[in-house]
């Protein structure tokens, strides 16, 4: 009875990855929200999106770094 059966291997097999995905998934894709009031005025810098990244800023242009909202929408001017 020590042995668990095939179906149950493959439930926990199942259970493992998923976990380990869902993990991956936090780890690889971090997200970053600010706060903006909404009378501030026009070039009010928002946030420092390399620093809050944790990117080195000497590599950005090398790397041709970009911010590409997810939406079509603009929430910038």
Same mark, same amino acid.
């Given at each position: 009875?020590? !042995?668990?059966?095939? %179906?149950?291997?493959?439930?926990?097999?199942?259970?493992?990855?998923?976990? !380990?995905?869902?993990?991956?998934?936090?780890? /690889? !894709? =971090?997200q970053?929200?600010?706060? @903006? =009031?909404?009378?501030v005025?026009?070039?009010?810098?928002?946030?420092? @999106? /390399?620093?809050?990244?944790?990117?080195?800023? %000497?590599?950005?242009?090398?790397?041709?770094?970009? @911010?590409? =909202?997810?939406?079509?929408? !603009?929430?910038?001017?």
């Open positions: 009875m020590m !042995s668990e059966t095939q %179906s149950q291997r493959g439930v926990r097999y199942l259970q493992i990855l998923i976990v !380990s995905l869902l993990l991956f998934i936090r780890i /690889a !894709s =971090p970053i929200r600010y706060t @903006v =009031p909404e009378e005025r026009i070039g009010t810098v928002v946030g420092n @999106v /390399a620093k809050d990244l944790g990117l080195d800023v %000497s590599t950005l242009i090398e790397r041709r770094f970009r @911010v590409i =909202p997810g939406s079509k929408d !603009s929430f910038f001017q």
